[in-house]
């Protein structure tokens, strides 16, 4: 898989914007983007400067990703939480 595009003004962009960057990819059949902790700015994107790849996605009965499900491992140890 190639580079990915960036979001439009070259910023981080919030994560339903870098999402649908990403979900434009050939490549990329689906996408969860998160904010995770981070030290600098208290929390980042999950997705611009790492990524993790995943069998599924957790899913709601009606077919929503459950994206607490998926910050929960990021979060737990954080003295800070969302």
Not at 38 to 57: G, M, N, R, T, Y
Not at 72 to 77: A, E, I, K, L
Request: with cysteine.
């Amino acid at each position: 898989m190639g580079p990915l595009p960036r979001v439009p003004n070259g910023s981080n962009g919030c994560p339903s914007e870098v999402e649908q960057v990403i979900w434009g990819h050939p490549a990329v059949p689906d996408s969860a983007v998160i904010g995770v902790p981070d030290e600098e700015w208290s929390e980042a994107v999950k997705a611009p400067k790492s990524i993790d790849f995943v069998a599924a996605l957790p899913r709601s009965p009606g077919g929503k990703v459950l994206n607490e499900d998926l910050r929960q491992q990021y979060w737990h140890d954080a003295t800070r939480k969302i």
